[in-house]
């Protein structure tokens, strides 16, 4: 069964990048026709998609973030990544990441990782 | 990028239905099937209830099932149980290879 594990800090400046990984296990990172996303959720608020990294290595991302946003695959170490730079305050939220298939949905999902952006 | 439009919140008593609407665009929602639904508990993952409009995941219950006419999809939960009080999420595929999240909805079972 795949199992999705965010990791990083939790706890990142104003102004400086948020860096996260999200460790795959249970399968690989490279079968079949995926898409490996981020999403994220501020605190008492609604689900907002980040971006994702298909299977083919193109990547495509929220509009309102894309200038900030960088999502890479390692698949050596299955796994992938987000890094969001320029953070503020707005950046806090839980990140989660997820596996994404146009017809599947976002079928599995991480537990979560709390990020927060504070001096 | 603007959001899908859901109610904020629904109720129903338990057995009974309640339907959960996310209205989109003819950009988004009105031209792919690629519709899904989540369930969030609080301090919880979401997880997938509904995936290309209509189908269910393998286990989760019969009781929830999905429909789309024009730009507004729409999740029905039938038999309300306590358990089914959550928030639930749809989401769709967007022009220019983009996904985009509804608002959310707070279901209460009374």
């Known amino acids: 069964q795949l199992q999705l594990q965010e990791s990083g800090s939790g706890l990142v400046k104003p102004s400086q990048t948020l860096s996260l990984t999200c460790a795959v296990s249970?399968?690989?990172?490279?079968?079949?026709?995926?898409?490996w996303s981020w999403i994220r959720q501020p605190p008492g608020k609604g689900l907002e998609w980040i971006g994702y990294?298909?299977?083919?290595?193109?990547?495509s991302f929220n509009p309102s973030l894309k200038s900030r946003v960088t999502i890479s695959v390692d698949r050596s170490k299955n796994q992938f990544s987000l890094k969001l730079n320029s953070v503020t305050a707005a950046d806090s939220a839980v990140y989660y990441c997820?596996?994404?298939?146009?017809?599947?949905?976002?079928?599995?999902w991480g537990q979560g990782k709390m990020v927060t952006v504070s001096s | 990028q603007s959001a899908l439009t859901q109610p904020a919140s629904v109720s129903g008593s338990p057995g009974k239905s309640i339907t959960i609407s996310c209205t989109g665009s003819?950009?988004?929602?009105?031209?792919?099937?690629?519709v899904s639904w989540y369930q969030q508990h609080p301090g919880k993952a979401p997880k997938l209830m509904i995936f290309?409009?209509?189908h269910r995941p393998s286990g989760v219950s019969y009781r929830f099932s999905g429909s789309k006419s024009g730009n507004t999809a729409s999740l029905t939960i039938s038999g309300l149980q306590a358990d089914d009080e959550a928030d639930y999420y749809c989401?769709?595929?967007?022009?220019?290879?983009?996904?985009?999240f509804g608002g959310g909805t707070s279901l209460t079972v009374l």
């Open positions: 997820a596996r994404f298939g146009p017809r599947d949905g976002f079928d599995v």
């Open positions: 249970g399968g690989s990172i490279s079968s079949g026709a995926y898409s």
């Open positions: 990294m298909s299977h083919s290595g193109t990547t």
């Open positions: 003819s950009s988004d929602v009105g031209s792919y099937n690629y």
């Open positions: 290309d409009v209509s």
């Open positions: 989401s769709s595929y967007r022009s220019s290879s983009t996904l985009v």
